[in-house]
């Protein structure tokens, strides 16, 4: 078993790992780092629950190996709440809209939605239905979960006109 | 009501969008050895001999258990509530690992090691050598003169043949004048796909097994386990964290009683056992395939005077729920258009495929697609409107089911079909989309349903709930049943809240259920618990508040029949002025000098009754003909479930249920290697789950009815919005084409073949 040290920032804290050369990016994130919003449904690139940020890209990181990482920036969804456990505003969306059920596929979901709410093109329904049909929900029908990420894409497009920032 | 019938966030969502919720897999400790289950490569035969050597060599193997290793014991999985009446005991055909094969994947040997790898590797160097039989993939081939026994106990392969008659079908079809309307109708094998594989992790602790897994029945698993291993009740404890989904394949024994012998094997250190999504796939559940033979005869007006139905439901390799789905859909088809003679006859089927089990609305839609397409054709074939056909048919108001004798306590059907026809504008379009001879054709179509709430007459309904007052004036609630995605917790939380005159934020539910101290429920199935565990939460509010009364009544001298809670306020009733607050009085009852008590209260309820929820479903489609495709471009559900607990929640139980609805109308079905007996689509690619891209959007509307038996005019939510879509879609495909397709999936394939022969693909 060859191990190797496998240096990253996970939300926004510089950690170094020493792991197994064969381990995924979940199970190094899940196993060493303890973020257990990483979800397994599949482990081969399929369901989506283990989605996470990759120098902002969504990647299924069940598929994608630890030693990849190397001088990455992380972001999982322990990350979108702050210090004093204050929410963002698609996690709180993904609550008002009754966009959770089980929640197994929540954190995936939610962090396959942050390149679209941060855009600044509008996505319509149809295309955010595009970017997330890599996450699978077997619980809600997906209804709520495009509403929550519509209305939070409507409302950050929104506050960034009222600030004058682009 | 105040609370009742408002839309609230659920009380989980903070936990599951802050990855806070913890489940089965989050709960293992970073110590426990893996266990990896051996599947055999053959769908029927018997294991003569296996070879270890390899397998013992992988580094980190700690023990390796074959089927010639576990005890001799057959036990049933079904996680139905166990009877003390023999003939009504589910049926045991298993053993933890299985020496004579019945499927392909069937459970032969596993491996604990220190480590996945290792395990794995183990499983891979394992060597069996086995006698195999033909594999009997089909009802035709499993029920033939000849065909081998998969079970000895079933010689002929029939696990159950049942049948019914109300009135006389003969007699009855000696009436002069009507048409004779015959159909067949078959639906596929399909699978549950909760995200969350199966799997559970198995130690000892204090002399005790403990189990914690992704279960939707923590108290039958107790029991099953304590069956297979052959030891008590309270030798086991059986935890259940959140889960994620479960849809009926959870009301089953899966990885349980294995995973229970192999921490006993290695000494009580901690197992895991987690399937893979392929594992998940072929060797938990699935849902029941069926096949119809439906004969109508109907009168000039259009009423029914007789008709019959024979069913045949492909079982798989072993019992588990048996024939209770197929009685289910047969009595289904009785309940749904009670009206003159009615003759059934139903057969549950060994094969040598995956074993079939529970799945969300439990036969009904099965029998959902073939009735309701059977309605259309009557139609068709009579020139009668389709709705006016339904409503003089169906089930009305004070309909009692002659052998359950279950009533219609409430109904809110026809309403529901009125507002779904204004929302389609179906009659309308209907008859615009009727004579349409382009490549790309519109249609319409639609499907009602009636559903059973709970168990009862069938089975046992019993359930319990406990509060314990905290000192601030809060409580803890916690039930027997349990939350599986569904919304349980927040509603029996608002139920709490809304008879004990008290704000949610009082009230904490405790998730986890854990038999060592949860109070006693059969669990998640059916759509009974806002029925009848919610009964039990309104009792054990009742006797709580009481208790806070007689309290209250005792600080301020005052009689307690005077005093009422509101806003978490002891107050005069009728007159609302704040007396003193709830938190004082717990203050007080735990801290008096003088008359200290624990302030709690638990009942339970022995639910002996049970109701009909009704709903509908219209859809709009789009075919092209020379793509063979359907596009769904409308679709509404609306439903009669009593009065709702929490709009939020009720809708989100629709919308899942018509997307599952929606797979299994267009895409769902699980295929086998017809020599084999091999699942070919055991994963998410390949097996056609809806993806967002998928789905239309969806429409979910609701006709209110205050039930009287249900504890807040309630009824079932949870499983019937499956129920109508497929049959909906069914029928806007006649509609659009004149095609009658009688099976699913209505995928490309199959409406090639059905377009090839109705001559339209010129
Ligand atoms: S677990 Fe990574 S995509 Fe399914
Ligand atoms: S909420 Fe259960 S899978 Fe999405």
């Given at each position: 078993m060859t191990?190797?040290?496998?240096?990253?920032?996970?939300?926004?804290?510089?950690?170094?790992?020493?792991?197994?050369?064969?381990?995924?990016?979940?199970?190094?994130?899940?196993?060493?780092?303890?973020?257990?919003?990483?979800?397994?449904?599949?482990?081969?690139?399929?369901?989506?629950?283990?989605?996470?940020?990759?120098d902002g890209r969504p990647f299924n990181s069940c598929i994608y190996l630890a030693v990849w990482a190397e001088g990455k920036e992380i972001l999982t969804l322990e990350g979108l709440t702050d210090t004093k456990g204050t929410i963002s505003d698609i996690q709180q969306a993904f609550m008002d809209e009754g966009a959770v059920q089980?929640?197994?596929?929540?954190?995936?979901?939610?962090?396959?939605?942050?390149?679209?709410?941060?855009?600044?093109?509008?996505?319509?329904?149809?295309?955010?239905?595009?970017?997330?049909?890599g996450n699978l929900c077997r619980c809600t029908g997906y209804e709520n979960i495009v509403n929550a990420i519509e209305k939070t894409q409507k409302k950050r497009i929104e506050e960034r006109k009222g600030s004058g920032k682009k | 009501m105040e609370?009742?019938?408002?839309?609230?966030?659920?009380?989980?969502?903070?936990?599951?969008?802050?990855?806070?919720?913890?489940?089965?897999?989050?709960?293992?400790?970073?110590?426990?050895?893996?266990?990896?289950?051996?599947?055999?490569?053959?769908?029927?035969?018997?294991?003569?001999?296996?070879?270890?050597?390899?397998?013992?060599?992988?580094?980190?193997?700690?023990?390796?258990?074959?089927?010639?290793?576990?005890?001799?014991?057959?036990?049933?999985?079904?996680?139905?509530?166990?009877?003390?009446?023999?003939?009504?005991?589910?049926?045991?055909?298993?053993?933890?690992?299985?020496?004579?094969?019945?499927?392909?994947?069937?459970?032969?040997?596993?491996?604990?090691?220190?480590?996945?790898?290792?395990a794995t590797e183990a499983v891979r160097k394992i060597k069996v050598s086995y006698e195999e039989y033909q594999p009997l993939l089909t009802i035709e081939a499993a029920m033939q003169a000849g065909a081998g026994a998969i079970h000895d106990e079933r010689p002929g392969n029939v696990v159950v043949r049942s049948s019914y008659e109300i009135g006389s079908?003969?007699?009855?079809?000696?009436?002069?004048?009507?048409?004779?309307?015959?159909?067949?109708?078959?639906?596929?094998?399909?699978?549950?796909?909760?995200?969350?594989?199966?799997?559970?992790?198995?130690?000892?602790?204090?002399?005790k097994i403990v189990i914690v897994s992704a279960t939707q029945i923590p108290h039958i698993i107790r029991r099953i386990c304590s069956q297979a291993l052959g030891i008590g009740f309270g030798d086991l404890r059986i935890i259940k964290p959140y889960i994620g989904g479960g849809f009926g394949n959870r009301q089953d024994a899966l990885t349980e009683p294995l995973n229970a012998f192999l921490t006993m094997r290695v000494g009580g250190r901690p197992v895991k056992l987690e399937y893979t999504r392929e594992e998940t796939f072929c060797c938990t559940r699935v849902r029941h395939a069926m096949k119809f033979h439906i004969v109508s005869y109907v009168r000039a007006d259009g009423t029914f005077a007789a008709r019959s139905i024979v069913a045949y439901s492909n079982q798989g390799a072993y019992a588990s729920?048996?024939?209770?789905?197929?009685?289910?859909?047969?009595?289904?088809?009785?309940?749904?258009?009670?009206?003159?003679?009615?003759?059934?006859?139903?057969?549950?089927?060994?094969?040598?495929?995956?074993?079939?089990?529970?799945?969300?609305?439990?036969?009904?839609?099965?029998?959902?697609?073939?009735?309701?397409?059977?309605?259309?054709?009557?139609?068709?074939?009579?020139?009668?409107?389709?709705?006016?056909?339904?409503?003089?048919?169906?089930?009305?108001?004070?309909?009692?089911?002659?052998?359950?004798?279950?009533?219609?306590h409430s109904t809110g059907l026809a309403e529901c079909i009125q507002k779904g026809e204004a929302y389609l504008k179906y009659r309308q379009k209907r008859e615009a989309y009727a004579a349409q001879t382009g490549l790309v054709r519109k249609g319409v179509g639609m499907a009602i349903f009636c559903y059973k709430t709970g168990v009862y007459p069938i089975s046992l309904e019993t359930s319990a709930c406990r509060m314990v007052l905290n000192q601030d004036g809060s409580l803890?609630?916690?039930?027997?049943?349990?939350?599986?995605?569904?919304?349980?917790?927040?509603?029996?939380?608002?139920?709490?809240?809304?008879?004990?005159?008290?704000?949610?934020?009082?009230?904490?539910?405790?998730?986890?259920?854990?038999?060592?101290?949860?109070?006693?429920?059969?669990?998640?199935?059916?759509?009974?618990?806002?029925?009848?565990?919610?009964?039990?939460?309104?009792?054990?509010?009742?006797?709580?508040?009481?208790?806070?009364?007689d309290f209250a009544?005792?600080?301020?001298?005052?009689?307690?029949?005077?005093?009422?809670?509101?806003?978490?306020?002891?107050?005069?009733?009728?007159?609302?002025?704040?007396?003193?607050?709830?938190?004082?009085?717990?203050?007080?009852?735990?801290?008096?000098?003088?008359?200290?008590?624990?302030?709690?209260?638990?009942?339970?309820?022995?639910?002996?009754d049970n109701t009909y929820a009704f709903g509908v479903c219209f859809a709009e489609i789009e075919v092209d003909i020379p793509m063979c495709q359907i596009k769904v471009l409308d679709i509404i559900n609306v439903h009669d479930s009593g009065r709702l607990i929490n709009r939020q929640t009720a809708e989100g139980q629709v919308h899942g249920g018509m997307s599952m609805g929606l797979g299994y109308g267009l895409y769902e079905y699980l295929k086998f290697d017809p020599k084999t007996g091999r699942m070919l689509n055991d994963n998410l690619l390949d097996y056609k789950l809806m993806t967002a891209m998928d789905t239309p959007e969806l429409n979910a509307a609701f006709v209110e009815t205050d039930d009287p038996t249900g504890p807040y005019g309630n009824k079932a939510l949870g499983e019937p919005p499956v129920i109508p879509v497929a049959p909906a879609l069914r029928n806007a495909l006649l509609n659009a084409t004149g095609v009658a397709v009688n099976s699913i999936p209505l995928n490309p394939e199959k409406l090639f073949f059905a377009f090839e022969r109705a001559g339209i693909l010129s």
């Open positions: 191990r190797k040290t496998v240096t990253c920032t996970i939300n926004g804290k510089r950690r170094e790992f020493s792991i197994d050369v064969r381990s995924s990016l979940s199970e190094m994130l899940r196993g060493e780092a303890s973020l257990d919003s990483i979800k397994h449904g599949c482990d081969v690139g399929e369901c989506g629950a283990c989605t996470v940020l990759i089980c929640g197994f596929c929540t954190p995936g979901f939610i962090m396959s939605s942050i390149p679209i709410i941060t855009s600044d093109t509008p996505a319509s329904r149809e295309e955010i239905r595009k970017q997330v049909s | 609370i009742i019938g408002t839309a609230l966030n659920r009380v989980d969502a903070r936990d599951k969008v802050t990855g806070m919720a913890k489940y089965t897999g989050d709960l293992v400790g970073p110590h426990a050895l893996i266990a990896k289950v051996l599947h055999s490569t053959f769908a029927n035969g018997l294991v003569t001999s296996f070879d270890l050597s390899e397998a013992w060599k992988v580094p980190g193997v700690v023990d390796i258990v074959t089927c010639f290793d576990v005890p001799d014991i057959q036990f049933p999985t079904a996680g139905h509530p166990w009877s003390t009446d023999k003939k009504h005991q589910d049926i045991a055909d298993r053993k933890l690992l299985n020496t004579r094969v019945r499927f392909y994947g069937d459970d032969i040997a596993a491996v604990v090691a220190e480590n996945e790898i290792a079908f003969e007699d009855a079809i000696k009436e002069p004048g009507l048409i004779r309307i015959e159909g067949d109708y078959e639906t596929p094998i399909v699978q549950h796909c909760h995200i969350e594989k199966a799997l559970s992790f198995a130690y000892m602790e204090a002399g729920h048996a024939h209770a789905l197929v009685a289910n859909a047969v009595n289904g088809f009785r309940m749904m258009y009670p009206q003159g003679a009615i003759k059934s006859e139903a057969y549950t089927v060994y094969t040598n495929l995956p074993t079939a089990g529970a799945m969300r609305a439990y036969g009904i839609p099965q029998i959902g697609f073939a009735l309701e397409s059977h309605v259309d054709d009557i139609a068709r074939a009579t020139g009668l409107d389709t709705i006016d056909l339904r409503t003089r048919n169906m089930m009305k108001l004070g309909y009692v089911d002659p052998p359950t004798s279950i009533t219609c803890q609630l916690q039930m027997g049943a349990t939350e599986i995605g569904q919304g349980a917790d927040t509603v029996f939380a608002m139920m709490a809240a809304e008879t004990l005159g008290m704000t949610m934020d009082k009230i904490h539910v405790m998730s986890r259920q854990d038999t060592d101290t949860t109070p006693y429920d059969t669990g998640a199935y059916a759509s009974r618990q806002t029925y009848v565990s919610g009964m039990a939460v309104k009792k054990t509010a009742e006797s709580l508040k009481s208790k806070i009364l009544a005792f600080m301020l001298n005052k009689e307690a029949w005077d005093l009422d809670i509101k806003d978490n306020q002891i107050v005069r009733k009728n007159m609302g002025t704040p007396l003193i607050s709830v938190a004082e009085v717990a203050v007080e009852s735990c801290y008096s000098l003088t008359n200290s008590t624990h302030i709690a209260a638990e009942e339970s309820h022995h639910c002996s």
